[in-house]
């Protein structure tokens, strides 16, 4: 099992970079696979991004390809995802989540964080 702590959220002008980073405890953190997912009020959980447990390989969502790069150190036990070039639609509370593959699913994804608000004003 893992618990996982994101943090980073805030708020920021259209345009502007945020990162966004989840913490995870124990020392399982290699098993993973990392994703990122965000939730807007009335609206469905969605897949933002992932990477596997060696951060060899990633998937995006089309919406944010380009500008928004998933990493994870290893080392640290943490995900990032760097934001860049945000739009007021990416405006939402950020999810990590933990899994077994590099999947976009929720469900694929037995493990979550508790959430980090990400506010991108015009």
């Known amino acids: 099992q893992v618990q996982l702590v994101e943090s980073g959220g805030g708020l920021v002008q259209a345009g502007g970079s945020l990162s966004v980073s989840c913490a995870a405890s124990g020392r399982t953190f290699t098993r993973y696979a990392m994703g990122w997912f965000r939730q807007a009020p009335g609206k469905e959980r969605e897949f933002v991004a992932a990477?596997?447990?060696?951060?060899?390989?990633?998937s995006y969502t089309d919406s944010v390809k380009g500008r928004f790069t998933i990493s994870r150190d290893n080392a640290k036990n943490t995900v990032y995802l760097q934001m860049n070039s945000l739009k007021p639609e990416d405006t939402a509370v950020y999810y990590c989540a933990a899994g077994w593959a590099v999947l976009t699913t929720p469900t694929s994804y037995p493990y979550w964080g508790q959430g980090t608000q990400v506010k991108v004003t015009v």
């Open positions: 990477i596997n447990w060696s951060g060899g390989s990633t």
